[in-house]
T-cell receptor, first 117, second 117 residues
Framework: DAGVIQSPRHEVTEMGQEVTLRCKPISGHNSLFWYRQTMMRGLELLIYFNNNVPIDDSGMPEDRFSAKMPNASFSTLKIQPSEPRDSAVYFC???????????????FGEGSRLTVL | GESVGLHLPTLSVQEGDNSIINCAYSNSASDYFIWYKQESGKGPQFIIDIRSNMDKRQGQRVTVLLNKTVKHLSLQIAATQPGDSAVYFCAENPPSYSGGGADGLTFGKGTHLIIQP
């Protein structure tokens, strides 16, 4: 079975440019998460969706960041305009559950490494 | 706010020896804990979880111990192999989070396990 698929794997862009990261969760999973990973701050939850609805976006750094999930098989994380401090690895993860006390087994994608010059 | 932290950023062990990775958590209300493994260039991968009504749980070559009295979590890896080289994260889930399970996970910064030949 295919796991969580993210694209692009690597992105190098210049400050001020728009960046769009894409994610295809595992088929049948109801919850989707976007994380950011840096050496300084570790893994930070940015936003998560349950049944395509954003549940908690309190981790989104600022208005430059936005995320959408138009259907159960696709999500995007957009940064506009990008800044050097946005450089990080962005992970998408999915899990079958949603409400209630479910397993914490998140299935992560391989990540998108973003470098903003 | 409260956070999850690790005692040792790097742990070096001989191949074949047992490894113990420690984690201190500070939210005494957390009732669910997870260990993840992240290999270089990949996303985190679930290893094992434990709920607060248990103090020990075993998997294949791994054991997680939970000491709620001192808010301490550990991951024991038996007979370490080169493939065990990775960064290991503990994560906690406080019960106040609406969905429980994965949606409230807070990750520690990780311990880098190095296996010496």
């Amino acid at each position: 079975d295919a796991g969580v698929i993210q694209s692009p794997r690597h992105e190098v862009t210049e400050m001020g440019q728009e960046v769009t990261l894409r994610c295809k969760p595992i088929s049948g999973h109801n919850s989707l998460f976007w994380y950011r990973q840096t050496m300084m701050r570790g893994l930070e939850l940015l936003i998560y969706f349950n049944n395509n609805v954003p549940i908690d976006d309190s981790g989104m750094p600022e208005d430059r960041f936005s995320a959408k999930m138009p259907n159960a098989s696709f999500s995007t994380l957009k940064i506009q305009p990008s800044e050097p401090r946005d450089s990080a690895v962005y992970f998408c993860a999915s899990t079958p559950g949603g409400g209630g006390h479910n397993t914490g087994e998140l299935f992560f994608g391989e990540g998108s490494r973003l470098t903003v010059l | 706010g409260e956070s999850v932290g690790l005692h040792l950023p790097t742990l070096s062990v001989q191949e074949g020896d047992n490894s113990i990775i420690n984690c201190a958590y500070s939210n005494s209300a957390s009732d669910y804990f997870i260990w993840y493994k992240q290999e270089s260039g990949k996303g985190p991968q679930f290893i094992i979880d434990i709920r607060s009504n248990m103090d020990k749980r075993q998997g294949q070559r791994v054991t997680v111990l939970l000491n709620k009295t001192v808010k301490h979590l550990s991951l024991q890896i038996a007979a370490t192999q080169p493939g065990d080289s990775a960064v290991y994260f503990c994560a906690e889930n406080p019960p106040s989070y609406s969905g429980g399970g994965a949606d409230g996970l807070t990750f520690g910064k990780g311990t880098h396990l190095i296996i010496q030949p």
